[in-house]
């Protein structure tokens, strides 16, 4: 069984730039949420796909936006970088309709914003 | 709006030592809580989950409670070790699987 996984692990990127972030999820779940995390904060849902479509959303701008495949994995797009988008953005699967399931996250991609 | 509190904010003890983190929340809305642990510049490891049915889990040294009544959680690591060291987080979990995380508690043991 793999466990989730994302790529890059660290980028640098400077303000007003756009940038990708991946995200494979574990075996067996089809869905895919995206959390910020900022330093010395806790982790902040940004939003999450299920069959290829947004299914809820966090306090985040549209520049923030996502794409989910048809083999479960996931996309983060950020568009106009600003400063404050720093922060290791973190990809977290689990499976859909089960409120109880356990959410599993992967190692995460540090952005840095200059 | 759902919101998540965890104290101490950061907390120093002696290897072997028994310790408790505490963690709340304002609604008992919930669906499960999970604690994590997160060491520097990583991602997050899930340590144990309670479902909100439940009142207490326990993974070798680790022993999480839940009174989802009066919103709290605890999470009890018996004889700490220096490998212990590492940021926790509780996060509760609300409709549409999304996870609302307090800000974290830094623990540091010391050998």
């Known amino acids: 069984e793999t466990g989730v996984t994302q790529s890059p692990t660290h980028l640098i990127k400077t303000r007003g730039q756009q940038v990708t972030l991946r995200c494979s999820s574990q075996?067996?779940?089809?869905?895919v949420s995206w959390y910020q995390q900022a330093l010395g904060q806790g982790p902040q849902f940004i939003f999450q796909?299920?069959?290829?479509?947004?299914?809820g959303r966090g306090n985040f701008p549209p520049r923030f936006s996502g794409l989910q495949f048809p083999n479960y994995s996931s996309e983060l797009n950020v568009n106009a970088l600003e400063l404050d988008d720093s922060a290791l953005y973190l990809c977290?699967?689990?499976?859909?309709?089960?409120?109880?399931?356990?959410?599993?996250f992967g190692e995460g991609s540090r952005l840095t914003v200059l | 709006k759902q919101e998540v509190t965890q104290i101490p904010a950061a907390l120093s003890v002696p290897e072997g030592e028994n310790l408790v983190l505490n963690c709340s929340f304002t609604d008992s809305a919930i669906y499960n809580l999970q604690w994590f642990r997160q060491d520097p510049g990583k991602g997050l490891t899930s340590l144990l989950l309670i479902q909100s049915s439940q009142r207490e889990q326990t993974s070798g040294r680790l022993n999480a409670s839940l009174d989802k009544s009066s919103g709290r959680s605890t999470l009890y690591i018996a004889a700490s070790q220096p490998g212990d060291s590492a940021t926790y987080l509780c996060a509760v979990k609300l409709d549409g699987n999304k996870l609302v995380f307090g800000a974290g508690t830094i623990l540091r043991v010391k050998s």
């Open positions: 075996s067996g779940h089809n869905t």
């Open positions: 977290a699967s689990s499976f859909h309709g089960v409120n109880t399931g356990e959410l599993f």
């Open positions: 796909y299920y069959r290829e479509e947004e299914n």
